[in-house]
């Protein structure tokens, strides 16, 4: 069966740890038209955080850049969010999809946002260039609707 985008919506803001805020009410207002789960939406909203939390983090680094966040829903229940920067990008995608790999000197960080965004999600993708920027895509299939 193809799946039909039924919805999308496109939003873009600055880096700033406040606005990974947003960004989890932006992508659950969206969600929230197809009646998730609540465990569902906390997934997606977990996944989102971590990928808009790399963004300030790590793409920016001490600058504020803009992150770009896209979501499309589809007839199959499905949810894909891109979220994307024009950061410093990555080096090795796969050392840093590893669990527990960091670039943070200091120490703060743990190195497991990908392996979050990954288990809470059904399909993480991760494309990036150096000095060009990082595109984190997250796909979720919602659960079916019960007939009451």
Not at 45 to 55: G, H, I, L, Q, Y
Request: aromatic share 6%.
């Amino acid at each position: 069966m193809k799946k039909n985008c039924e919805n999308a919506m496109k939003a873009e803001f600055p880096s700033l740890s406040q606005n990974e805020a947003l960004a989890r009410a932006l992508v659950s207002s969206f969600v929230m038209q197809l009646n998730p789960t609540v465990s569902e939406l906390a997934d997606i909203k977990c996944a989102v955080s971590e990928a808009v939390t790399n963004c300030i983090v790590h793409a920016y680094r001490d600058t504020v850049g803009t992150v770009y966040l896209s979501l499309k829903s589809y007839s199959d229940r499905s949810v894909k969010i891109e979220i994307k920067d024009r950061g410093c990008g990555i080096e090795d995608i796969a050392s840093a999809m590893q669990p527990m790999f960091t670039t943070d000197r200091e120490g703060e960080r743990s190195g497991l946002g990908f392996t979050v965004m990954e288990s809470f999600c059904d399909k993480l993708r991760v494309t990036s260039k150096p000095k060009k920027g990082t595109k984190v895509t997250l796909t979720k299939s919602l659960s079916r609707l019960c007939a009451n």
